[in-house]
């Protein structure tokens, strides 16, 4: 079965801090993709990044980065420089690559609140 | 629209009411996904629509949940008899095309409280 794991429920940082989010996945596909999507006080979901699994190549996109790695089954977020808009639920999730209309399965969520 | 919309955003029923829930998803997106969100938890999948066509719905947690897409655009999620249990945030989102590798654009939800 499927499964995502983010152990971290909540963290809290001060601005400028760094901060790493873990995400730890279950599959037994081959063939996945992984996604992480912020979610703030308003309620929407808001799509971050996708990664697929025949690239472990890291990404850096401004002040975040993701490090994927296939053999120990992670897929960390980390921000550098935290500031009080970062403030928000960020949920990791899990798809399967070919199957059509796949749902995504969600980790629980880690909510980050960066103070000033 | 430029996003998926949902209406309404907060809907508070009493316990035995019915209830309907609107998406409206991205123009020319083929698939539309429901999630369930509970407080404190990350979205589980209800149902997924390709098109018209209602393909999984193995996450429709009892027969009082319906959902619809008459026309392979606008989806109502429909919860008849209305329980506390069924208190969350639901989630519709949608993508351009079939398969797990496109990213799914979500709606901001509508927030259902059952008294």
């Known amino acids: 079965a499927q499964k995502v794991t983010q152990a971290q429920t909540e963290i809290s940082v001060v601005e400028k801090e760094d901060v790493t989010l873990d995400c730890v996945y279950e599959t037994r596909d081959t063939t996945y993709y992984l996604f992480w999507y912020k979610q703030p006080p308003s309620g929407e979901l808001v799509f971050l990044i996708r990664r697929n699994s025949f690239d472990e190549q890291n990404e850096i996109s401004g002040r975040y980065s993701w490090n994927f790695q296939k053999s120990t089954s992670s897929f960390n977020f980390t921000i550098t420089a935290s500031q009080v808009v970062d403030s928000a639920v960020y949920f990791c999730?899990?798809?399967?690559?070919?199957?059509?209309?796949?749902?995504?399965?969600f980790g629980k969520g880690t909510t980050l609140s960066v103070s000033s | 629209g430029a996003g998926v919309s949902q209406s309404p955003r907060y809907k508070v029923a009493k316990r035995g009411q019915d209830v309907a829930l609107r998406c409206d998803p991205i123009?020319?997106?083929?698939?539309l996904f429901w999630y369930q969100q509970a407080l404190g938890q990350g979205p589980e999948f209800l149902t997924y629509?390709?098109?018209?066509?209602?393909?999984?719905k193995s996450g429709l947690p009892s027969d009082r949940f319906f959902a619809e897409r008459p026309e392979g655009s606008v989806s109502t999620l429909k919860i008849q008899r209305t329980q506390q249990e069924d208190s969350a945030v639901y989630l519709c989102?949608?993508?351009?095309?079939?398969?797990?590798?496109?990213?799914?654009?979500f709606g901001a939800g509508t927030r259902l409280s059952v008294l």
């Open positions: 629509f390709q098109n018209e066509a209602q393909l999984d």
């Open positions: 123009s020319g997106h083929v698939s």
């Open positions: 999730a899990l798809s399967d690559l070919n199957q059509a209309g796949t749902a995504l399965i």
């Open positions: 989102a949608s993508s351009r095309t079939l398969g797990g590798r496109d990213i799914q654009y």
